[in-house]
């Protein structure tokens, strides 16, 4: 029996979903795609615990404010840890390991007391994207995965060291990867892809 594939989950995370893409280096300068799919922390259609929570906590008193968000942080990370817990032992079934995840970055994380977040619209943006990438983090730590932010910015570059590619031959091995694997290969998921390169081990 042939032993398995040691592979990472990469993230490119939304308010209230994420696209993830698990892969493989089967060689240098190689990437198989192993998985691709969607996973849902909330849906559009709740209302009691709203993807858009921060935005809905402006016109809340500051008592029922607090409690949303919480609640809403806590049905991410649980529904992040079960679309997780679920990737991981389908892609176990078919020979893969996951050993680490790769979360693509957004910008700072906002600190401080909930009044000052809900008085800024900037804050309250960055507020809600911290919120699902942190579900991801604690998902991906629940399931011992090494996690590994990285800034958007930076993809490329780092990805591209690590297959020992050019920037150029990187792009045309993504090109080739979209073409076979077919849709959906969108930025999301391209990024995704080059999150999930970098966190691999070397």
Same mark, same amino acid.
């Given at each position: 029996?042939?032993?398995?594939? @040691?592979?990472?989950?990469?993230?490119? &995370? *939304? @308010?209230?979903?994420?696209? $993830?893409? #698990?892969?493989? &280096?089967?060689?240098?300068?190689? +990437?198989?795609?192993?998985?691709?799919?969607? +996973? &849902?922390? /909330?849906?559009?259609?709740?209302?009691?615990?709203?993807?858009?929570?921060? *935005?809905?906590?402006?016109?809340?008193?500051?008592?029922?404010? =607090?409690?949303?968000?919480?609640?809403?942080? =806590?049905?991410?990370?649980?529904?992040?840890?079960?679309?997780?817990?679920?990737?991981?032992? =389908?892609?176990?079934?078919?020979?893969?390991? /996951?050993?680490?995840?790769?979360? /693509?970055? !957004?910008?700072? @994380?906002?600190?401080?007391? $909930?009044?000052? /977040? $809900?008085?800024?619209?900037?804050?309250?943006?960055?507020?809600?994207?911290?919120?699902?990438?942190?579900?991801?983090?604690?998902?991906?730590?629940?399931?011992?995965?090494? @996690?590994?932010? &990285?800034?958007?910015? =930076?993809?490329?570059?780092?990805?591209?060291?690590?297959?020992?590619?050019?920037? #150029?031959? $990187?792009?045309?091995?993504? #090109?080739?990867? !979209?073409?076979?694997? !077919?849709?959906?290969?969108?930025?999301?998921?391209?990024?995704?892809?080059?999150?999930?390169? +970098?966190?691999?081990?070397?």
């Amino acid at each position: 029996m042939a032993a398995p594939q @040691t592979a990472a989950l990469g993230f490119s &995370v *939304h @308010t209230g979903w994420a696209a $993830l893409v #698990a892969v493989s &280096v089967p060689a240098a300068g190689e +990437i198989a795609l192993l998985d691709r799919r969607r +996973i &849902v922390m /909330i849906q559009d259609s709740d209302r009691e615990e709203p993807r858009f929570v921060y *935005h809905a906590a402006r016109d809340l008193s500051l008592p029922e404010a =607090e409690r949303r968000v919480r609640s809403s942080s =806590e049905r991410a990370r649980r529904n992040a840890g079960e679309a997780l817990d679920a990737a991981v032992k =389908e892609l176990g079934a078919a020979g893969s390991r /996951i050993v680490a995840s790769g979360v /693509i970055g !957004g910008g700072r @994380t906002p600190s401080g007391f $909930l009044p000052a /977040i $809900l008085a800024s619209h900037s804050l309250v943006h960055a507020a809600e994207g911290a919120l699902f990438r942190e579900a991801v983090r604690a998902a991906s730590a629940s399931l011992d995965l090494r @996690t590994t932010e &990285v800034p958007a910015k =930076e993809l490329a570059e780092r990805a591209a060291r690590k297959l020992g590619l050019s920037p #150029a031959k $990187l792009d045309g091995l993504l #090109a080739r990867v !979209g073409r076979e694997a !077919g849709p959906p290969w969108a930025k999301d998921q391209r990024d995704a892809c080059l999150a999930a390169v +970098i966190a691999l081990p070397d």
